[in-house]
């Protein structure tokens, strides 16, 4: 690769798109703000280059230019956008229709959004290869059910005839990449497509991408704001800040030396599977992406960079290429990559709160506790005398926290996370078992909880926009559970009120705002600051971070455990991602359809021995350290129906260590290791010790990831 002054261009003939000095604006009534400038890139036969950056700095813009699906708000102001030696900005729609699926597709965040609910799979799959491929409707059915068993789907032939939302996320992803992949494209872009799936599930959809990428030599712009995933099938990776690109490098070279501070910024906002709040706090980036019409005349990232000097504030850095196929937009990458200047500085580890120890009475305790739902019968079933099916979300939990202490509970999507989480907080009535809180039974049912209980238990949800009334400020909306809970008059609440948003780090004026003037890292701070307010005792955050960007997941990571240590509460968080989880935990409870599969204290987390389940997990998280390797384990299939929960072992369907009918036929056994994991299996701990590799290995820098 090299640059002739205006792009990133090829040193050979193997470039299939090319990118020219792009310039997107998008109509703010009537001016239109440029939300892309100057961005250029080549991409060649059978490269992936990964496009990454905070929501806002314009990613899914590009993608949607070089589709040519900007509609009519936005519009390509410069620049040229070349296929295969055609410019397909100077190209009628008409035109445009012989490009589109057969030499260009994309493959969008939604899946379900994207498949129409009215027709069967099968035929949507059918349509696009009648019409790019020209096949016969009998030959198109055909192919399309041969599509879904490439892309590794079970029963291919009964997906084919169902309908989009009668299978599961990430069967509608898999649907999505056949539809892509089936008429052979020679550019594919895929924009944030594993986003919205479990971990487990993602790795296979990124394993399943780049075979088929290789095996047809299809060019592959990624967009994403996933670090993990970039360096998992990302040959070069270019960042993209505020509409503008900041660095380009191989996916190792950066990893292992960014050279712009944003780059550096974003790897220091990802934990790291290993590392813990107690040994330091992420780093991130502090405040936010300029909106458009406000970006600087300098650096656009000056505001925001600690190594900003007054020439970072007065001039726009240059798009420099270096030595190595290297480029960078930076005053100082000369000083970052000799040594003398360095965007990491050192963090400061938080003091954790110490649990009780044992000998003390725990704060919560969970005795074999059962969330099941009963389904409706139909009238075929009624008439037969069928008794109705039951869900059984939640089947026998026993667990016990401690004051002060952290319990990360992991599990795919279907695992019943929620539904505990739920029960403990009382908006979903536990069928049987016990709970006792601070001593106390525990009743099934918010309404028959007392304010006092309710105030010593709170919830963050995953989703701040559902979680916050929109038409009340800010300072109402934090005011309440000060007057409602804990008995405060209008003046000693609104004096709260103003002290909790200091300690969530937000300005006092944000009190009179309404959520739709906040971020949405603004609004998980508001809906955290609300669950605080009454200093529980213990808080349960479910999936408060997972929809977020990497620098503002960093954020409200430090932000939770700063409140934990001030506060010194219990904590149940509540992930699929392992290195988030682990990151704040002090011990990790792994769950699988309804019932515990591990328990373990983070600190051996990376040990083995592990339960099956848990070694498929760590596998399956994605990391951006070039110098570390993971095993290659991938479970086959998805989490099974609660209705029909596997006998013996839950897991043994897709165990890739089932030992035969023992797992098929009998309750495994809690086992201890010498560590004090608790696992729930029939391998002998000695056994799973001897056959199990640790799960992340360093290697030497000639193994690095090579693309």
């Known amino acids: 690769m090299k640059w002739n002054g205006r792009c990133i261009i090829s040193e050979s003939n193997n470039t299939l798109l090319s990118i020219r000095s792009l310039t997107i604006a998008y109509q703010h009534g009537n001016e239109w703000l440029e939300a892309v400038r100057d961005f250029s890139l080549d991409i060649g036969h059978g490269e992936t280059v990964g496009l990454v950056g905070e929501s806002g700095s314009g990613k899914s813009t590009v993608a949607l230019a070089i ?3 900007l509609g009519q708000g936005g519009r390509v102001v410069a620049g040229e956008v070349w296929l295969n030696g055609r410019n397909l900005l100077a190209l009628s729609p008409t035109q445009m229709r012989h490009i589109w699926g057969r030499q260009l597709s994309m493959v969008p965040q939604d899946p379900l959004s994207s498949l129409n609910p009215s027709i069967r799979v099968g035929e949507q799959l059918a349509e696009a290869l009648r019409h790019h491929m020209g096949m016969g409707q009998t030959t198109a059915a055909q192919r399309a059910v041969e599509l879904l068993e490439m892309v590794r789907v079970p029963d291919p032939e009964r997906v084919a005839r169902s309908y989009p939302h009668q299978i599961s996320g990430g069967m509608q992803q898999r649907v999505m990449i056949a539809m892509a992949l089936g008429t052979e494209p020679q550019m594919l872009v895929l924009d944030e497509p594993t986003t919205n799936l479990d971990v487990t599930t993602q790795a296979a959809v990124l394993d399943l991408f780049r075979e088929l990428i290789q095996r047809q030599n299809t060019a592959v712009l990624y967009v994403t704001h996933n670090l993990g995933v970039v360096a998992r099938i990302c040959n070069r990776v270019t960042v993209l800040y505020a509409g503008e690109q900041v660095e380009d490098a191989p996916t190792a070279d950066l990893f292992r030396q960014p050279l712009h501070p944003y780059s550096q ?40 960079c600690t190594l900003a000097v007054d020439e970072c504030y007065e001039k726009r850095p240059s798009w420099e290429s270096l030595p190595n196929g290297r480029f960078v937009r930076c005053h100082r990458w000369a000083e970052i990559a000799s040594g003398d200047i360095s965007t990491r500085h050192p963090a400061q580890a938080s003091t954790p709160p110490k649990p009780q120890p044992q000998s003390q009475p725990p704060l919560l305790t969970l005795d074999n506790v059962q969330v099941h739902f009963g389904l409706g019968r139909s009238l075929a079933d009624t008439l037969a005398r069928k008794p109705p099916a039951k869900v059984r979300a939640v089947d026998g939990i026993s667990l016990t926290m401690q004051q002060g202490e952290t319990i990360g509970l992991v599990g795919e999507s279907g695992s019943g996370k929620t539904t505990l989480a739920r029960a403990i907080i009382g908006l979903e009535p536990r069928t049987n078992g016990q709970m006792t809180f601070c001593q106390i039974p525990l009743p099934p049912t918010l309404s028959e909880r007392t304010l006092e209980t309710l105030r010593h238990l709170q919830y963050v949800f995953q989703n701040p926009e559902e979680a916050l009334n929109p038409y009340l400020t800010i300072g109402e909306t934090l005011r309440r559970p000060f007057i409602t809970l804990l008995g405060y008059n209008r003046q000693q609440a609104d004096t709260a009120v103003r002290h909790l948003l200091q300690q969530v780090k937000l300005p006092p004026h944000y009190a009179d705002r309404l959520p739709h003037q906040l971020s949405g890292g603004e609004k998980q701070r508001i809906a955290i600051a609300r669950a605080f307010a009454t200093n529980p005792d213990l808080l349960i955050a479910d999936e408060a971070v997972s929809a977020l960007d990497v620098s503002v997941q960093a954020a409200i990571l430090n932000l939770l455990a700063e409140l934990q240590t001030e506060r010194q509460n219990a904590l149940l968080f509540i992930s699929h991602d392992l290195a988030v989880v682990g990151y704040l935990a002090d011990r990790i409870a792994v769950m699988y359809v309804g019932k515990l599969m591990e328990l373990t204290e983070t600190a ?83 056994e799973l010790q001897q056959i199990q590799k640790p799960v992340l290995r360093e290697h030497h820098a000639s193994e690095a990831h090579n693309g």
């Open 67 to 69: 589709m040519r699906y």
């Open 265 to 304: 910024g974003l790897l220091d906002s990802v934990p790291q599977l290993g590392q813990h709040k107690s040994q330091a706090s992420l780093q991130g980036i502090s405040g936010h992406i300029p909106a458009l019409g406000e970006r600087p005349s300098g650096c656009v990232f000056a505001p925001r």
């Open 604 to 686: 051996v987390l990376l040990e083995p021995p592990y339960h099956p389940y848990t070694e498929a997990l760590l596998s399956a998280v994605p990391i951006t350290n070039p110098e570390v390797s993971q095993e290659h384990i991938r479970l086959e299939g998805d989490v099974p129906s609660q209705t029909n929960v596997p006998s013996g072992c839950p897991f043994h369907p897709r165990c890739p260590r089932y030992l035969g009918d023992i797992c098929a036929n009998q309750t495994p056994p809690w086992q201890t290791t010498r560590q004090g994991k608790q696992i729930f299996c029939h391998i002998p701990v000695d």
